[in-house]
């Protein structure tokens, strides 16, 4: 049986059992229900509640510890008033607090403020337990807002919406007022009344983190958007015109030189207007569209050490056009990651969801190609010097809570290269405790002739093949992988089965990707690959205890090529603490075999051309939060490794940790440093180190200054390098000083400053090869 045969066959079991289950999942009446009086009146956000509109509101308590405390009645008292006018949702929070000057509160940028008391509201505006909105505030009001998609079982904080709030503290606790303009939702506004999804929630962070709720929440049901309750009212409400426009005017001045002889600057200036346009054709329609975007990163991303690795690192993606509804094209493997979208000069986006049906769209150019070269053994970004139309539309049929069926297709192409794929994914929940995801996707590719050149070692591609082995061959595994003189296809199947209860879960995941599948518009790194895991694990929750949840779990997986090669084969039991000090702690067992790099990379077999390395590792992490104004945090492992560079055995130590100390309520300092090492036989290969320093002003609510430095220092032995002779030594620092004002997401100006030094064996200390001047302003007309 083929496995489109097998997919169908799994579709249409599924669609028929969607029909006939007669469960609920989603928000209901039973778990809480609020009803949200309609007022023709509006208040001023300032963190007090002196309108005599709120003498009219609708009033709730958070009477529920959910965590640690297992349903019991919170120790402290919390409640809330909601009220909606035509065009927007008021609420107010009073948190009483018996020790107040214990509440923990900063004054943060946006999304940054975790770990404070705090205040929230979580919204599923179609009650469908597909995605909610949640928004969170803490005491001096800070906001931070995030989707949670159940699909996918993420949260995403890249999100930012326009809204308003004020928190303030008194002699008894704090309280928050907030407004949320109903311009922010997706819903539909044919019904009268509305019926929405909904829990309110405080965080309440002291030796532990508590939880509290408007309801209970059980344990034993795997799905979180399931347990929402509901609110109804917003009796005629309507989105408005929901018509946003943001002009920008972005301007920089960017200064490279070769450092090796400390030569002259070549220095470029760039000043470009641009303009964003997000539009709420309907209250479930809405279009993004941008022209001249500024998609330059604001904030350095973090520090990666790409030492002693073979596959791409991955980089999240933080771009608000491609940001804004981003949930409605994710599917469970990443296929569509936008950050393959590098320089685009225009972007449009449309995405929609009407009763059980969700659509997007997306389609941008790019000054460039640029995409994944994926393999079984290695990965690496392949970069065509030609503009390529990138597009992605997404379709997602809900026919019933538990049923989950859509598609995405997404399409790369520039002159003598296209990639487009097609994929079908549902997902299935036939219990509260089971369920049921898989995906297929099918793609069909071309590359130009002579890409693979990028990749020969030595510019040499025309090496004699008798000659070609490890260490001294030209080519390598994305060599192969690009050589193409036709069009090629493949696919891949995903399929994946989840069990869980209060106390314990199982799961089970198989993955079979074909040698010639590509998904350039996505992030799948591996290819040539057949992946069958199981796992499970045990919960406990123990009473009047510093640890109130104990998991000890496990599982095992095994990896093959299309050919049936071994690849690896791995076995891990971990185990992890919550508790006291806000702490988390984890520990665990790698047991692996797994191969090395090919001793001939002129051709693909594994068997017979890879040494197969027996491994034994342990990490350790953990998280903390000693006193309120100190994290700390710690990575680490140690144990056996492939010294890939030679395709040998090797011992790897690595320890990671990492401190963030709130130095005042408004001053943040971000400290980590990796430490990494690695020992062959003979001596120690390298020795690698890598510096994240990130020191954060808020000066107020809207305005900050941030400055961040990465310093990577690596020392080798070359001596014993058998195939190549590195430097024995690389540094590289870059840094960056930035002020920003923001009046809202859109609304902000931006003032900045970064350079980079390098050093190796040639320069002798760190030398400055770049440094750039910027600015940005953008305002959001809301009409």
């Known amino acids: 049986m083929t496995v489109s045969n097998v997919l169908r066959g799994m579709l249409m079991a599924c669609v028929l059992s969607a029909g006939v289950t007669p469960l609920s999942f989603a928000g209901s009446s039973e778990q809480f229900h609020l009803t949200i009086p309609t007022i023709n009146q509006e208040v001023e956000i300032d963190g007090d509640f002196n309108e005599a509109v709120w003498q009219q509101a609708a009033e709730v308590t958070l009477k529920y510890e959910t965590s640690p405390g297992e349903n019991i009645a919170a120790p402290v008292t919390t409640s809330a008033k ?49 995605l909610a909105y949640q928004f969170f505030i803490n005491a001096y009001g800070v906001q931070s807002d995030s989707i949670e998609n159940e699909l996918t079982g993420q949260e995403s904080d890249a999100w930012d919406g326009i809204w308003y709030s004020k928190g303030k503290l008194t002699d008894k606790g704090y309280q928050v007022e907030i407004q949320l303009p109903l311009r922010l939702f997706n819903f539909d506004d044919r019904h009268p009344l509305q019926t929405w999804g909904i829990e309110l929630i405080r965080f309440y962070p002291r030796n532990k983190t508590h939880r509290f709720s408007t309801h209970k929440i059980d344990r034993n049901v795997s799905c979180q958007l399931c347990q929402l309750g509901t609110a109804t009212g917003l009796e005629g409400a309507t989105q408005g015109k929901d018509l946003q426009i943001t002009p920008s005017l972005v301007a920089n001045q960017n200064n490279q030189r070769d450092a090796s002889n400390a030569g002259p600057w070549d220095d470029k200036t760039h000043v470009e207007a641009g303009v964003d346009l997000r539009w709420g054709i309907t209250p479930t329609t809405l279009l993004n569209a941008t022209i001249n975007p500024d998609f330059s990163q604001i904030e350095a991303d973090a520090g990666q050490l790409d030492v002693n690795n073979t596959f791409a690192l991955f980089f999240p993606e933080k771009r608000a056009f491609f940001l804004d509804n981003k949930d409605y094209f994710d599917t469970q493997l990443e296929l569509l990651h936008t950050r393959n979208i590098s320089s685009p000069d225009y972007g449009i986006k449309l995405t929609s969801k009407t009763d059980d049906h969700t659509f997007a769209m997306l389609a941008a150019n790019d000054e460039q190609s640029q995409f994944l070269v994926p393999g079984n053994l290695s990965s690496d970004i392949a970069v065509i010097d030609e503009q390529s139309h990138n597009v992605a539309t997404r379709y997602r049929f809900d026919p019933s809570k538990q049923f989950s069926i859509g598609g995405l297709v997404t399409l790369k192409q520039a002159n003598d290269y296209h990639n487009y794929l097609a994929s079908a994914d549902i997902k299935y929940q036939p219990t509260k405790q089971d369920t049921l995801t898989a995906q297929y996707a099918h793609s069909q590719t071309a590359y130009p002739e002579d890409l693979f050149t990028q990749f020969c070692n030595n510019n040499d591609c025309n090496q004699d093949l008798a000659d070609c082995q490890f260490g001294n061959c030209a080519l390598n595994e994305r060599v192969l992988r690009t050589n193409k003189e036709d069009e090629f296809d493949d696919g891949m199947l995903n399929v994946t089965y989840l069990h869980e209860r209060r106390n314990w879960y199982a799961s089970s995941q198989y993955q079979s990707i074909g040698r010639d599948f590509r998904a350039d518009l996505g992030f799948i790194d591996k290819v040539d690959v057949n992946k069958f895991v199981i796992g499970g694990g045990y919960m406990w929750y123990p009473q009047d205890n510093f640890f109130n949840r ?77 006193i309120g104004s100190l994290k700390l945090e710690l990575d680490m492992y140690l144990g056996d490794d492939i010294d890939f560079a030679n395709n040998r055995s090797a011992t790897v130590n690595m320890f990671n940790p990492g401190v963030e100390w709130k130095l005042t309520e408004s001053l943040v ?97 760190l030398t400055q090869d770049e440094k750039t001047y910027f600015m940005k302003v953008s305002y959001a007309w809301l009409l």
């Open 82 to 130: 909601v009220f909606a006018s035509k065009s927007s949702l008021y609420f107010a929070f009073i948190a009483h607090d018996p020790a107040p000057e214990q509440i923990r509160v900063n004054l943060r940028d946006r999304d940054k403020s975790w770990g404070d008391d705090m205040v929230g509201i979580k919204l599923d505006t179609f009650n469908n337990a597909r």
């Open 550 to 626: 104990i998991e000890l779990g496990g599982d095992w997986d095994i990896s093959h090529s299309e050919n049936h090669e071994l690849l690896e084969q791995e076995a891990e039991m971990f185990i992890e603490f919550e508790g006291g000090l806000q702490s988390y702690m984890a520990s665990g067992i790698v047991q692996r075999k797994r191969v090395g790099r090919r001793h001939n990379p002129s051709i693909s077999d594994i068997d017979n051309n890879t040494t197969m390395f027996d491994e034994t590792l342990a990490w350790f992490y953990t998280n903390l939060t000693p």
């Open 669 to 765: 300092l971000d400290v980590s440093h990796r430490y990494q090492t690695l020992d062959v036989d003979d001596g120690r290969l390298f020795t690698a180190n890598l510096s994240d320093v990130r020191l954060n002003w808020q000066l107020t609510l809207n305005s900050f200054i941030r400055f961040s430095t990465v310093y990577t220092h690596i020392e080798r032995d070359p001596a014993l390098y058998l195939y190549q002779k590195p430097d024995s030594l690389y540094q590289d620092l870059g840094n960056e000083l930035l002020y920003g004002y923001k009046l809202n997401p859109q609304s902000v100006f931006y003032l900045g400053y970064s350079d980079a030094f390098v050093a190796n064996d040639d320069i002798d200390s």
